[in-house]
């Protein structure tokens, strides 16, 4: 097994690419008790110097904390993690592990508007960068809209340019209603 990394625009974030499929659904771990609910969050938690676990479809974005470890000591143990629970054969989620999305709410048209283009033109960029992007809440009265960010794009730096500069115009674009766009940490 291959794994393969690129780097994301947040500098405490990696991406680790296996050449398989990870996750049907993102899923983010920034705790190791959040981890509990996937053995391989809970074995990267493990590593020193890691701080959070992001899977995508195809990659493992793994945030590392600032003030410990530099790449160049974390990378190895990583990929040996990674390689170690794909060949294993092991689930990625525990028995039991509940889905990101629990029971939903049927959306005003509005919101399904916004989510569709959140899904169909924002997400796949933002997962490029090794994040993921999620729809909070829509205030229908003040036109603000709120996401949060998951993953690589989670503290990243140039976060809230990607948000004011290119989801917010867009959104504006399609979206009419939407007024602003805010971040929610």
């Not at 809230?160 to 940490?185: C, D, F, W």
Request: net charge negative; hydrophobic share 40%; glycine share 8%.
């Amino acid at each position: 097994m291959f794994i393969q990394t690129e780097p994301t625009p947040n500098p405490n974030v990696l991406k680790f690419l296996p050449g398989r499929e990870v996750s049907s659904e993102p899923r983010e771990f920034r705790t190791i008790d959040e981890a509990d609910a996937s053995p391989l969050a809970e074995g990267l938690f493990q590593l020193e110097g890691v701080a959070g676990v992001f899977y995508g479809s195809d990659y493992v974005s793994v945030t590392r904390d600032a003030a410990g470890p530099n790449w160049a000591q974390m990378k190895a143990p990583i990929l040996a993690a990674i390689m170690d629970h794909f060949v294993s054969g092991a689930p990625l989620m525990r028995g039991g592990a509940l889905d990101s999305a629990g029971t939903e709410v049927e959306d005003d048209e509005i919101v399904a508007e916004i989510k569709q283009l959140l899904d169909s033109r924002i997400r796949p960029a933002v997962a490029q960068d090794g994040g993921d992007i999620l729809f909070d809440a829509f205030d229908l009265e003040s036109g603000v809209l709120t996401l949060r960010m998951r993953g690589a794009c989670s503290g990243c730096p140039s976060s809230s340019a990607t948000l004011k500069a290119g989801v917010e115009q867009m959104m504006k674009h399609y979206v009419p209603e939407v007024t602003r766009v805010e971040q929610v940490i």
